[in-house]
T-cell receptor, first 111, second 111 residues
C-alpha cells in the first residue's frame, strides 16, 4: 500500500529565514505530486504540482519554490520567509489524475 | 477563476439523523469531484469521489452530482459523533490538475 511522509511535523521559523519541507511517497511509481497550503480561516490553496522528475508547475506567484529531485520526493523551499507564509502545508499524491491523498502535513509558524 | 462554494456552518445534526452537505462550483469544465473529511489539526482524508451525474453510495455516505446545476452534495446516514468534522468539497478539471477546494462546512453531530 502507498504511504506518504512529510517532515517536519511542526516548525517555527523567524521572518527572513530559509525553509525546506520534504515529502516522500512509498509504494507507488511516477505519482503526480502536489503542495497545498491551508492558512488560518482560509481554504486549501494549490501551490505547486509535478508530473515527473524536474517538472514543476506553479499555481500562485510567491516567494516559495518547489523541486522534485527524485520520482517520489517533493521539496518545498523558500529563501526568505514572510509572516504570510505561516500555515499548514500539505503534500498530496495521485495516480493518473484521479483521487489525491494527503500526507500528515507540516504546521509552519513564522514569527 | 475556478471557485467552489460551501456553507461554512456550523451544521448541527442529531445523532442517528441524515446530514446533508452541499457545494456549488463555477467551472463548467470540472470533471471530477471529491469530498474530504478534516478533523481539527489533521490533514484531509478522502471519503468520496464522483465523476458522473447521479448518486454514488459507499456505506453510510452518498455523493450526488448534478453537472447541469453545477451542484455536488454529500449525505451521511445514521450520523455518529465521530462524523463531527469539517467537510471539504473539491473539484478538478481532470488529468494532473490540482484540486480547487471550498472552505469547508463544519459539521457537528449532537449525541
Amino acid at each position: 500500500s502507498q504511504t506518504i511522509h512529510q517532515w517536519p511535523a511542526t516548525l517555527v521559523q523567524p521572518v527572513g529565514s530559509p525553509l525546506s519541507l520534504e515529502c516522500t511517497v512509498e509504494g507507488t511509481s511516477n505519482p503526480n505530486l502536489y503542495w497545498y497550503r491551508q492558512a488560518a480561516g482560509r481554504g486549501l490553496q494549490l501551490l505547486f504540482y509535478s508530473v515527473g522528475i524536474g517538472q514543476i508547475s506553479s499555481e500562485v506567484p510567491q516567494n516559495l519554490s518547489a523541486s522534485r529531485p527524485q520520482d517520489r520526493q517533493f521539496i518545498l523551499s523558500s529563501k526568505k520567509l514572510l509572516l504570510s507564509d505561516s500555515g499548514f502545508y500539505l503534500c498530496a499524491w495521485s495516480l493518473a489524475g484521479y483521487e489525491q491523498y494527503f500526507g500528515p502535513g507540516t504546521r509552519l509558524t513564522v514569527t | 477563476q475556478k471557485e467552489v462554494e460551501q456553507n461554512s456552518g456550523p451544521l448541527s445534526v442529531p445523532e442517528g439523523a441524515i446530514a446533508s452537505l452541499n457545494c456549488t462550483y463555477s467551472d463548467r469544465g470540472s470533471q471530477s469531484f471529491f469530498w474530504y473529511r478534516q478533523y481539527s489539526g489533521k490533514s484531509p482524508e478522502l471519503i468520496m469521489s464522483i465523476y458522473s451525474n447521479g448518486d454514488k453510495e459507499d456505506g453510510r455516505f452518498t455523493a450526488q452530482l448534478n453537472k447541469a446545476s453545477q451542484y455536488v452534495s454529500l449525505l451521511i446516514r445514521d450520523s455518529q459523533p465521530s462524523d463531527s468534522a469539517t467537510y471539504l468539497c473539491a473539484s478538478s478539471g481532470g488529468g494532473a490538475d490540482g484540486l480547487t477546494f471550498g472552505k469547508g462546512t463544519h459539521l457537528i453531530i449532537q449525541p
